[in-house]
């Protein structure tokens, strides 16, 4: 009797093993966003608003470039909203397809980082009031980034994965890096290096998830 195409399939084990591996890499595929919609946003959130900071509040107190004070710390909070709000639903669109354990770390993972930016921004309105407008820039600036190094590097020990944490780790480097050099050049240091960081793991990401 003929053999069907199924059957003579699966007499190839090395075929069948590569079946197997298929439809495991079909399946991450959905269960898993697409780095670049995870990163993206953020790095460029971080390319504009820090930009914008270093701008108008450039190293020893020097403005670059002559635009309204409000104008840096206003974009970095709207910019930052809408990238956690589109992360969010990019994340919730790959959660439904996942049950159990791993959906509710998802789901804590993603109020983590609700509740360390709304707790930062309050803490940081109420003992802003005398700073000059540099080191209010410092202030906000470097407890941001520094929530995001350490989310990160949470992330990547819940769930063990290894770019996330050198992700976290590069971010944490680049904002003490930046603090350490001072106002104005922080948000130099953070535009590029912490954003540039940000769209080059979306690239990679994607380039290993093909």
Same mark, same amino acid.
């Given at each position: 009797?003929?053999?069907?195409?199924?059957?003579?399939?699966?007499?190839?084990?090395?075929?069948?093993?590569?079946?197997?591996?298929?439809?495991?890499?079909?399946?991450?595929?959905?269960?898993?966003?697409?780095?670049?919609?995870?990163?993206?946003?953020?790095?460029?959130?971080?390319?504009?608003?820090?930009?914008?900071?270093?701008?108008?509040?450039?190293?020893?107190?020097?403005?670059?470039?002559?635009?309204?004070?409000?104008?840096?710390?206003?974009?970095?909070?709207?910019?930052?909203?809408?990238?956690?709000?589109?992360?969010?639903i990019v994340g919730g669109r790959s959660a439904r397809h996942i049950e159990g354990p791993s959906s509710r770390q998802g789901?804590?993972? =993603?109020?983590? *980082?609700? !509740?360390?930016?709304? +707790?930062? %921004?309050?803490?940081?309105?109420?003992?802003?009031? @005398?700073l000059p407008d540099s080191a209010l820039s410092l202030l906000w600036g470097g407890g941001m980034v520094a929530l995001v190094?350490?989310?990160?590097?949470a992330g990547a020990a819940v769930w063990d994965d290894r770019d996330m944490f050198v992700l976290g780790a590069w971010i944490?480097?680049?904002?003490?890096?930046?603090?350490?050099? =001072?106002?104005? *050049?922080? !948000?130099?240091?953070? +535009?590029? %290096?912490?954003?540039?960081?940000?769209?080059?793991? @979306?690239?990679?990401?994607?380039?290993?998830?093909?």
């Open positions: 009797m003929a053999s069907t195409e199924h059957e003579s399939t699966f007499d190839d084990p090395v075929q069948a093993l590569r079946l197997i591996e298929d439809e495991r890499t079909n399946t991450r595929r959905q269960v898993t966003p697409d780095p670049r919609l995870m990163y993206w946003p953020w790095g460029l959130t971080w390319l504009i608003s820090f930009g914008l900071s270093f701008l108008r509040y450039g190293p020893d107190g020097r403005i670059l470039v002559s635009m309204p004070e409000w104008v840096p710390l206003t974009a970095l909070t709207v910019l930052l909203a809408a990238a956690g709000i589109f992360t969010g789901m804590m993972y =993603g109020i983590s *980082w609700s !509740a360390g930016f709304t +707790a930062l %921004a309050i803490i940081f309105s109420r003992v802003s009031d @005398g190094g350490v989310l990160y590097l944490s480097l680049t904002n003490i890096a930046g603090v350490i050099c =001072g106002p104005g *050049w922080h !948000a130099l240091v953070v +535009a590029v %290096a912490g954003g540039g960081g940000l769209l080059v793991a @979306g690239l990679v990401g994607w380039l290993q998830r093909r």
